[in-house]
């Protein structure tokens, strides 16, 4: 059975990126615009099996969205990866202290990403 | 329709429809060929050649019409009840073309089809791309990428 | 096409919107607005930007978007004020990111010795004055390249440095409130090699006292593999500090690495069957047996606790996590998306397809109701009633349809701040910009039509219509000039306006240059509004005006036929020392136009309202003949050429007897006013514009064409070409003639 794994970005560029190396992985994509619209994917869609997420978003960031997801007893175990730009270690542990599970850097390797969720994923 | 096999060039088959015009009788491609519908009155166009009968309307699209008889240098159709538009395309154009009546569909291989005798007028030199004879009758293959008004010539 | 290029293409459009983004919010900050949710979204449009660059690998655009980005960061985190000089530099930045990303996606050039001017000033701003930005963020553009590839690729394993490593891991809490999981963890490192895994119960506490929250377990890994110490902690990355972590290398003794500790002789477990169940199953049995532990062991799962979740890892491996708290499905307390600004986005073609075929919907009502008409229905009739109905819902659908390709004029006005600021700079008159009305909506090729002809009016109004500052000072006004671009709907139009607080236009000097270029007489009476209008005329700018920046020899006339080409008509008023205006008034849409249906030798043809000032039965005291076709027509003491249609499009060879037919008084281009002479008016009515171009070519006279109710095609008459094949090339100097004539 293959995995779902929840895009949250507010770049479309960014979004179709995930798209193809996650679709081309295999993986079933969920995808999301920003923490808003990801926690409202969440409770409609399938519960995916990992999520990754943008920090820099309108509406409701990266650090926001983790939280959320954290806070509901219904999500709080599902693995988060955070893409940041830069490997920039104040927003790194800012995402952790937020519950983030591990971390891509963008530009990301799609075998990297694939890899990354794998790691997390059981 | 007959499927064409790509894999046998040479006796290739292929489907040409008929029609009349006047005494003489011609064909086209049948790949070129959209649908065959009755007369309908043109609007006539201003400066445009007397071959072109004016413009259409075909489902909401403007569809040019060509006599040709007029085309190939003939004395132009009298239209009646009986006239034909066969509505072709030509690259990313849709044109009408006015004949007397359609005759026949017929399945050709290409080797059937003649090359254009050398003493063709410059008329058969532009549009007949080569000679068929069935049933002892003699029909003219149309080629139709010159049948519209060429810009620069006509503009003048 | 190729997903990457498709990826590729997506990119270039997002960053349109970005920059556009960008430079509304960079506007806003500017005029003031320096709210923290208008800083982030300017931080994140560049952030975007270079995001996507990153991707793929154009370096330049990345570059300067990180230096950018860093000084937007500074302003962002409050270390930087949005002073008006900051953000003077940061709205060239967005120029020069704009030059920046149109180059890399049309693959030209940018001046470089620009783009480096400004990454100084803007690392200027930065707290350290211009040192140079942190070069390990560089570091991570480096070897970045989008490539698709199979992920089942093995790892390689690094270099055999030894015989393996000893792994002492104790978990915190916070690893797991992070979703990380031991098992997982032991899974990467069964990985790299075979691993003998050893759990430490020791500190786990009673039933009592379990805190289903905490973390008691530790783990002591015997990982016989040729991988080096990076690749092992690489495994622990995402829980640094979330645990306790020891690794320490072993000898080369392959395949009998026990640890000192480890006290009875661990299974060997080979790296690519790693049973995590049986291997947690183990831990716990080990829980279990422990002669401290209560004789009940621990009876049920733990929440929140791995090992005790440990069984259903392999098949749900997350979901017994959480198994003892009920689960929230509705999602009580998150915050919902606004229903009001969803949007789709939608192929243009599929738009236009569907406006083609309510197109032919309007015609085929229009054709049935005729066709009713001519049964002999009574207006009364159920079916007359019936398809007055549809009409209704026909003209509904076809305004709806209309409005999916409406769109704000946004997109036009947003491109004109920029223009503003070289303007300014290159003629060295302050001035400040500020538009009204951006959210009113017109279909999207008038916008895109829009964008040329407004350029040319803002340059003009920069150019000519505003006073140096000295003037303005001399004037008592202030020294920043204003531009003010407005769009408003009115009367089914748009009407957009260009104004400046200028000077006004010199109406002595407009006169004596249209008197000095023949385009008028002398002696002609003509009204202060006449005067305004002739700068429309061909001929009235020349080379002699032509400056760098209103462009080489493009004059007004060209903008009011561009203006005209798309049903429009423009207006200038001004004040002496006040300024000028100018007034367009476009269709909503290109798709429909109102037209005057009119039969000409037999003939039915349209001719565009918005050209025709009125219409008027010739009398034959008014009509004269000029000599062979030639006729004037006087028109309120003004003789006016009278152009016999048919003539024209030749569908006669005579003129027709002007008092039998209608004279419709038009407009054309640049102002000349002509008369033309049809059979009759049928009447007035919108009609669909058809292309004749699609499936023919250009008629010279001929707009486009139409299919009326009857369901033949109607041609749309070219007004302008009529009039000027009509008159000849010597048009000016006719009217001249006929103007010293009256």
Redesign the interface.
Known sequence: MSMTVLTVD?????R??LR??LA??GFKVLQAEDG??G??V??QGDRP?VIVTDI?????DGFGFIE?V?S???Y?????LVLT????AEKKNRA?MA?????I???????KL??AI????? | MTQINPNNAAGALRELISFRIGAQEFCVDIMAVREIRGWT????????PSF?R????L??????IVDLAARLGFEGSETTERSVIIVAQIGE???GLLVDAVSDILTVTDDVIQPTPDVASDTAKTFVRGLLAIDGRMISLIGLERV??D?DLEAA | MD??A??RD??F??CEEQLAELESGLLAMEAGDTDS?TI??V??AV??I???A??FSLDALVRFAHVFETALDEMRSGRLAPSQDALKVMLRASDVLADHVRAARDDGAVDEAHTAALAEELKALGPDGGADADEG?ED??GD??????S?D?PDEPAPMVGGGWRVAFKPRADLY?????T??LLR?LGRLGAIEVECDASALPSLADIDPEAAYLAWTVTLTSDADETSVRE?F??VD??CELEITGLQTDVGGGAGPDAGDAPEQVPGGDLDISALLARAQAAADSRPSSPAEAIPEPVPAEPVAAAPA??SA???T??AA???????QG????SEAGATIRVDLERVDRLI??V??LV?NQAMLSQRVMEAGFARASGVAMGLDELEQLTREIQDSVMAIRAQPVKSVFQRMPRLVREVGAMTGKPVRLVTEGEGTEVDKTVIERLADPLTHMIRNAIDHGLESPEKRAAAGKAAEGVVRLSAAHRSGRIVIEVADDGGGINRERVKSIAVERGLIAADAPLSDEEIDNLIFMPGFSTASEVSDISGRGVGMDVVKRSIQALGGRIAISSRPGKGSTFTMSLPLTLAVLDGMVVSVAG??LVAPITAIVESLQPKASDVHSLGGHSRVIMIRDTYIPLIDVGMA???RATPMDATQGVALLIEGEGGARAALLVDAIQGQRQVVI???E????Q????AA?T?LGD?????ILDIDTIVAVSRGADSVRAEKRLAAAG
């Open positions: 507010d770049s479309r560029t960014m179709e990126m193809l190396a081309d992985a808003v619209h926690l409202e969440l409770t099996d820099n978003m309108p509406r409701m959320e954290r509901d007893p219904h709080r175990g599902v693995p988060i730009t830069e490997s920039d952790r519950g983030a599970t591990g971390w850097v963008k530009p990301f390797n799609p075998v694939v890899d794998r790691r997390v994923a059981a | 009155a043109a609007t006539a166009l201003p400066q445009s072109v004016g413009v259409i309307n489902r909401g699209a403007v569809l040019p154009q849709v044109v519209l008004p810009l | 997903p990457l498709a990826i997506t990119f459009q997002e949710e982030n979204a931080f994140r952030h975007s270079k995001g996507g990153g991707a963020s991570d553009w970045f390249e989008f490539k698709p590839m992920v690729a409130a992070k979703a990380n999981e098992a997982l990467e495994v990355e995402f500090g979330d890892i392999a491996p997350v979901a996590a959480t708290e009920p689960a929230s499905p509705d999602g998150q915050p919902r998306k083609d075929l197109g032919e015609i003939q039915t499009l030749n569908y058809k292309s004749l699609a499936n023919y070519r008629v010279p006279g001929v064409a299919i369901g033949r095609v109607a041609l």
